[in-house]
């Protein structure tokens, strides 16, 4: 069974940084692209960033870059979220998602989601 | 990059069908093949029920349908149920940043 298990998630003052972790189990995971969604409160859905199988391409949300670094350890089956100086509008559930493909098509399997809460 | 845009709510009764409408604009929904559509549970994974345009994946049930006219995608649920009820989402690919989603559809049954 493919599973995505997301952690890191939390309480987070304004200007720190957060890393996000996301464990891969079920699936061959070198072999897919994968992606990193998330969901302001009472809000909809918002591509964050997606990263190729080889790590090669890396593509952020226009208004994230800079602030947001995608990657990932095939060797550990894991991919991560780098996320610095945080704002309070960054505050939403993060959402881990396997590709259908090796490259960047879209997402086909979901983590239960860490949620990040950004204030003082 | 502004989100897609779908109707905040859409209702039917047991049995019946509905459509869900996805509008984009030629930088994505028009120009890719590449739209898909998911529904979302609250406090679930959100699950992907659509794929380019109007494939399904195994497991799917066939009372969910997708296709795709110009600028705008649909997402059609027949034989409605109450399991359905939940958020939609579409999501496409787009020339500015590879992907955009929806603002979602709640949809309710009656």
């Not at chain 1, 990932?72 to 509008?89: F, G, H, M, V």
């Not at chain 1, 881990?96 to 098509?105: H, L, P």
């Not at chain 2, 209702?11 to 509008?23: A, H, L, N, V």
């Not at chain 2, 998911?38 to 799917?60: D, F, M, T, W």
Request: charged share 15%; aromatic share 10%; hydrophobic share 30%.
């Amino acid at each position: 069974e493919v599973q995505l298990v997301e952690s890191g998630g939390g309480l987070v003052q304004p200007g720190r940084s957060v890393r996000l972790s996301c464990a891969a189990s079920g699936f061959t995971f070198d072999g897919y692209a994968m992606h990193w969604v998330r969901q302001p409160p009472g809000k909809g859905l918002e591509w964050v960033s997606s990263i190729s199988w080889n790590s090669y391409i890396m593509d952020y949300a226009d208004s994230l870059k800079g602030r947001f670094t995608i990657s990932r350890d095939n060797a550990k089956n894991s991919l991560y979220l780098q996320i610095d100086s945080l704002r309070p509008e960054d505050t939403a559930l993060y959402y881990c998602a396997k590709d259908r493909r090796s490259y960047s098509t879209d997402m086909d399997v979901w983590g239960q989601g860490t949620t990040v809460t950004v204030s003082s | 990059q502004s989100a897609l845009t779908q109707p905040a709510s859409v209702s039917g009764s047991p049995g019946q069908s509905i459509t869900i409408s996805c509008t984009g604009t030629s930088s994505d929904v028009h120009y890719y093949d590449s739209v898909s559509w998911y529904q979302h549970h609250p406090g679930k994974a959100p699950k992907l029920i659509i794929y380019e345009v109007s494939n399904r994946p195994s497991g799917v049930s066939n009372r969910f349908s997708g296709s795709k006219s110009g600028n705008a995608a649909s997402l059609t649920i027949s034989g409605l149920q109450a399991e359905d009820e939940a958020d939609y989402y579409c999501r496409s690919y787009t020339t500015f940043t590879s992907h955009v989603f929806g603002g979602g559809t709640k949809v309710t049954v009656l």
